[in-house]
């Protein structure tokens, strides 16, 4: 679809168009010819022939902005409200400038007028500071073994559990990061008492102690909430000389 601009929307005929036009006209020929011959309406025709004067630049476009403004249109007011705080508040959100408007000053438009008007003055509010995004750090991995483990629990759903027992199984597993080679065991819950001893059998299983084990910030490897108490995984780690390290919050 071609898009036309507004000059050639709402003004298609140029001046020439409109000189020859007038000429032709004022020659004594007959209307019905001249809006044939130029494709243009009566209207258009008598608009030109009362403005010329006889000069190109009596039939130039005028200006199309309005000698009053709009009966809905914002009142100086209430664009003097907008700018001052906008003046005050340079980094103030649309809904928070728009809140703003209707608590201190009894703004009744509605949001989209606000934004219509922010940008057709050029004075839209600039968006919030972006926080910086958080580009991921390459992982060390060990090459060494006793280094580093990794260790987590999770439930063993019904549909994977083949046996008898009818009862609930939690899966704890711990890698060493160096060889990749991991140990698991199944216990009845997950809970302090179960990591410690997981802990215990996985050193009896890899015939040494890692220098770091890494968990997550679930309750049976750290306190959720602040407490002068200590975890007793953290106490197992600490007898044992091992460093309990917890990945960041809301990661996997």
């Not at 030109?48 to 009053?68: C, I, Q, V």
């Not at 103030?92 to 949001?111: A, F």
């Not at 009845?188 to 215990?200: A, C, R, W």
């Amino acid at each position: 679809m071609s898009i036309l601009t507004q000059n050639v929307r709402y003004l298609p005929h140029d001046l020439n168009t409109r000189f020859h036009a007038v000429k032709l006209y004022r020659s004594g020929v007959g209307i019905s010819f001249v809006i044939r011959r130029y494709k243009i309406s009566k209207a258009s025709l008598m608009r030109w022939n009362k403005r010329f004067d006889g000069t190109r630049e009596s039939l130039a476009d005028r200006s199309h902005t309005p000698h009053t403004p709009h009966p809905t249109a914002h009142t100086p007011q209430e664009l003097k409200s907008i700018g001052d705080l906008l003046r005050r508040n340079p980094h103030i959100s649309l809904c928070e400038l728009y809140g703003k408007l209707r608590r201190g000053y009894g703004y009744q438009r509605h949001p989209a007028s606000l934004f219509r008007i922010l940008r057709k003055l050029g004075i839209r509010p600039s968006p919030p500071p972006k926080k910086k995004k958080y580009r991921a750090k390459p992982y060390d991995t060990p090459k060494a073994l006793g280094v580093k483990w990794q260790m987590d629990v999770k439930y063993v759903p019904t549909h994977c559990y083949t046996g008898t027992i009818p009862q609930k199984f939690y899966q704890y597993t711990v890698i060493d990061e160096a060889s990749r080679e991991r140990f698991l065991l199944p216990y009845l819950e997950f809970s302090s008492y179960s990591s410690v001893d997981f802990l215990q059998q996985a050193i009896r299983y890899f015939g040494y102690a890692p220098q770091i084990v890494q968990t997550d910030n679930g309750s049976e490897f750290t306190h959720i909430q602040p407490t002068p108490l200590i975890h007793p995984f953290d106490k197992a780690c600490t007898r044992l000389g091992i460093t309990h390290q917890r990945i960041r919050p809301r990661t996997p």
